[in-house]
């Protein structure tokens, strides 16, 4: 089984830029298309970004397009997204997984983004 965990989430003030990892062990995710999600309190997951499993295709939601870069090295089994123009509204913990998410509801445990305005 595929564990993910996710890093390089933290506080930034509006505007500013974060890189989150996303660090696959277990099993290699190189044949699977990735995605990035989040969570913010109250509210449902929210999908933002999907890789194909070579890297040459990628999708993007409307929240986030212009703003956020998917990207993935599967000789390092890792995933990334480069998130520019922060905004108060993408605080959130932030997810990646395979895409579409497994039958089986795993999900890491997420790093924290904060943006502040």
């Known amino acids: 089984q595929v564990q993910l965990v996710e890093s390089g989430g933290g506080l930034v003030r509006t505007g500013g830029s974060l890189r989150l990892s996303c660090a696959a062990s277990?099993?290699?995710?190189?044949?699977?298309?990735m995605g990035w999600f989040r969570q913010a309190p109250g509210k449902e997951r929210e999908f933002l970004a999907r890789?194909?499993?070579?890297?040459?295709?990628?999708y993007y939601a409307d929240s986030v397009k212009g703003r956020f870069t998917i990207s993935r090295d599967n000789a390092k089994n890792t995933v990334y997204l480069q998130m520019n123009s922060l905004k108060p509204e993408d605080t959130a913990v932030y997810y990646c997984?395979?895409?579409?998410?497994?039958?089986?509801?795993?999900w890491g445990q997420g790093t924290q983004v904060t943006v502040s305005s």
């Open positions: 277990g099993r290699t995710v190189s044949f699977y298309a």
């Open positions: 997984n395979r895409y579409p998410p497994p039958p089986d509801g795993y």
């Open positions: 890789i194909s499993w070579s890297g040459g295709s990628t």
